[in-house]
């Protein structure tokens, strides 16, 4: 167990409204993920983390932004959410230095109207 | 990052063995193989991971031949809680000092039933 929790795991909105999932971990990792997982594209990424206050942008960043300002939190927020953001959220982390072995929390299913 | 082609699902019956083959022609020397399980509703899981010939754990076997252009994921015995999608990934994790930026394509959904 990684430790991982997201948050919600459910949520349904509107089309325009900002939304923040969150990302919660409890055991200091440095590097933290946020994927969207669809129907026919498997997991692309969003966004990653490799320290507090340190992002950068993976394959499928447009309209999604993060923040990392503890090592234990990771919010990834759709400023205007879209109905094509509608997806599957995955946040994950790696559990050892030096390693490609990624651990994923639940999810968070996200529905826009 | 190398492209992966895998099998877009498979079936199978209980207790037989089921062969996974996993084709990435591009696969750079440092590159490692990994693969993921992932069941409905759930976030991907860690199975194995190998760089050549073959490792074992509780769960699988990867076999990776010399060239390094494929390698195959062995379940032994499966049961229907082996129903799932399975990723084969390939990438070189000191590239980015772990904060590898993994590329997991849309893997096979193994299919088992009684």
């Known amino acids: 167990d990684a430790g991982i929790t997201q948050s919600p795991r459910h949520k349904v909105t509107e089309t325009g409204t900002p939304v923040t999932l969150r990302c919660h971990q409890t055991e200091n990792h440095r590097y933290m993920y946020w994927y969207r997982q669809d129907p026919g594209h498997g997991l692309r990424l969003i966004h990653y983390s490799y320290g507090v206050k340190d992002t950068d942008k993976g394959e499928v960043s447009d309209g999604y932004s993060v923040s990392r300002s503890k090592t234990e939190d990771f919010l990834l927020t759709l400023e205007s959410a879209t109905s094509s953001q509608t997806s599957v959220y995955f946040c994950?982390?790696?559990?050892?230095?030096?390693?490609?072995?990624?651990?994923f929390g639940p999810g968070t299913r996200l529905t826009v109207l | 990052l190398a492209k992966t082609t895998q099998p877009i699902s498979m079936d199978s019956y209980e207790g037989q063995e089921v062969n996974i083959t996993c084709s990435h022609n591009?696969?750079?020397?440092?590159?490692?193989i990994t693969w993921y399980q992932q069941f409905p509703s759930q976030g991907p899981r860690f199975i194995i991971q190998g760089y050549k010939t073959k490792v074992t754990n509780e769960v699988a076997s990867l076999f990776i031949p010399a060239d390094r252009k494929s390698s195959t994921l062995s379940l032994p015995r499966v049961s229907l809680s082996d129903t799932a999608v399975y990723y084969c990934l390939v990438g070189d994790w000191r590239l980015t000092g772990g904060g590898n930026k993994l590329t997991f394509g849309t893997g096979t959904q193994l299919k088992v039933e009684l």
């Open positions: 591009n696969i750079a020397t440092n590159d490692y």
């Open positions: 994950a982390i790696t559990m050892e230095a030096g390693t490609d072995t990624q651990y």
